[in-house]
């Protein structure tokens, strides 16, 4: 497709149920980020691949996020036992080059994760 | 440390008026700079940046933001607002410096453009 995917648009889970979340970016883009963004507040960070490398996994905020990108194309999110304050919406950008860090992000359209 | 902040939550205007909205940011060296705008249930759209060179960018729909490097401001401005502009805004900041790409988000403005 033209721009980044996201599925599932919409999660519900209980609190305890482990979630993945997928990103497809841009084909050929090299840089894949996560970012979490609350309700009411603009995105944080979560963690950022080159390729099928993982760089920068500081925002992630505990050990229950994982994130993978095995093959340098489609990346997952997994939370595992999730939490209500998991609450949110997640969104995946993605940026043609690993260099120059100048490079525009482009956005999915998120997915918004409700934890009961 | 890296921050941004968009001192106004929400900005009214009539369409047809020029709008306003403001982003000032704090990096530790020089920085790129970003404007996106969200649609309610959409993923960020870019609309422009600020890399080097001239302080006045111009980007989609019209929109432009003016870098000023002394008050350490990028305010995104457009002269003749229009009711779909209508939509929440966010400023963004990088650090030149840095080889890792993460940006750095405000709070986001919310724009209402009045018919």
């Known amino acids: 497709g033209a721009g980044v995917s996201q599925s599932p648009r919409y999660k519900v889970a209980k609190r305890g149920q482990d979630v993945a979340l997928r990103c497809d970016p841009i084909s050929g883009h090299v840089s894949l980020f996560w970012y979490q963004q609350a309700l009411g507040q603009g995105p944080e960070f979560l963690t950022y691949?080159?390729?099928?490398?993982?760089?920068?996994k500081s925002g992630l905020p505990s050990d229950r996020f994982f994130a993978e990108r095995p093959e340098g194309s489609v990346s997952t999110l997994k939370i595992q036992r999730t939490q209500q304050e998991d609450s949110a919406v997640y969104l995946c950008a993605s940026s043609l080059g690993g260099l120059p860090i100048s490079d525009t992000q482009y956005f999915g359209p998120g997915t918004r994760l409700t934890v009961l | 440390a890296q921050s941004v902040a968009q001192p106004e939550d929400q900005v009214n205007v009539a369409e047809g008026n020029p709008l306003t909205v403001k982003c000032t940011y704090s990096?530790?060296?020089?920085?790129?700079l970003f404007w996106y705008v969200q649609y309610p249930n959409r993923g960020l759209q870019f609309l422009l940046k600020y890399i080097t060179g001239d302080n006045l960018v111009k980007g989609s729909y019209g929109f432009e933001a003016e870098f000023n490097k002394s008050q350490t401001s990028f305010h995104l401005k457009k002269p003749s607002a229009l009711v779909s502009d209508s939509a929440l805004y966010f400023c963004?900041?990088?650090?030149?410096?840095?080889?890792?790409?993460?940006?750095?988000f405000g709070r986001g403005t919310q724009l209402t453009v009045w018919p």
């Open positions: 963004a900041v990088r650090d030149r410096g840095s080889t890792l790409g993460r940006l750095y």
């Open positions: 691949f080159q390729n099928e490398a993982q760089l920068d």
């Open positions: 990096v530790s060296g020089n920085p790129y």
